[in-house]
Antibody, heavy 122, light 108 residues
Framework: EVQLAESGGGLVQPGASLRLSCAAS????????MHWVRQAPGKGLEWVSY????????YYADSVKGRFTISRDDASNSLLLQMKSLRAEDTAVYFC???????????????WGQGTTVTVSS | SYVLTQPPSVSVAPGETATITCGAN??????VHWYQQRPGQAPVLVIN???DRPSGIPERFSGANSGNTATLTISRVDAGDEADYYC???????????FGPGTKVTVL
């Protein structure tokens, strides 16, 4: 079964760091680009970051650029998001999602994890 | 950056047709993807690249994209279709993936 499972969320203080992980199973991980998408409480979906299958293309939303770092470990079928200098507005459920590669516009995000919750509060 | 607009809500009676729009300048030049998100659940891709239905998505879901508006149509709506629906595109000018603000579909 194709699955994505996020972990690493929690309650942290403003300015702290946190690392999220996404474990992939049931498919050839290194054939897919991967995303992080977040959803603040009661709000819509916000794209956070993308990494291509070869890690040659990496993009960030303006709201996280310079603070978040996306990476992948194909040996362990894992997607990572290193978050630093966290702010209250980073509070959200963070989802990982896969995207088939061809061009960035051709395919949507066809498999999603259930999300992990990050709360930034003092 | 590229901005997508969606109506905040759409209400529809069971058995009727729900139409959800996603507007942006020259959106027909982009591939539009649509996601369904039921309360407390992860999003699900229901339409890929304007009009393709992924495996397992009912034929009642269809999409179109023309001019400045992309459209998700849900025919013969039932209670299980009550959810938030988001459109999404890739903006090559900014190297950003962009979601619309979402439309809440209520089945009366």
């Amino acid at each position: 079964e194709v699955q994505l499972a996020e972990s690493g969320g929690g309650l942290v203080q403003p300015g702290a760091s946190l690392r999220l992980s996404c474990a992939a199973s049931g498919f050839t991980f290194d054939d897919y680009g991967m995303h992080w998408v977040r959803q603040a409480p009661g709000k819509g979906l916000e794209w956070v970051s993308y990494i291509s299958s070869s890690s040659s293309a990496i993009y960030y939303a303006d709201s996280v650029k310079g603070r978040f770092t996306i990476s992948r470990d194909d040996a362990s079928n894992s997607l990572l998001l290193q978050m630093k200098s966290l702010r209250a507005e980073d509070t959200a459920v963070y989802f990982c999602a896969r995207q088939r590669e061809y061009s960035n516009s051709r395919y949507g995000m066809d498999v999603w994890g259930q999300g992990t919750t990050v709360t930034v509060s003092s | 950056s590229y901005v997508l607009t969606q109506p905040p809500s759409v209400s529809v009676a069971p058995g009727e047709t729900a139409t959800i729009t996603c507007g942006a300048n020259n959106i027909r030049s982009k591939g539009v993807h649509w996601y369904q998100q039921r309360p407390g659940q992860a999003p699900v891709l229901v339409i890929n690249y304007d009009s393709d239905r992924p495996s397992g998505i009912p034929e009642r879901f269809s999409g179109a994209n023309s001019g400045n508006t992309a459209t998700l149509t849900i025919s013969r709506v039932d209670a299980g279709d009550e959810a938030d629906y988001y459109c999404q595109v890739w903006d090559s000018r900014s190297d950003h993936f962009v979601f619309g603000p979402g439309t809440k579909v209520t089945v009366l």
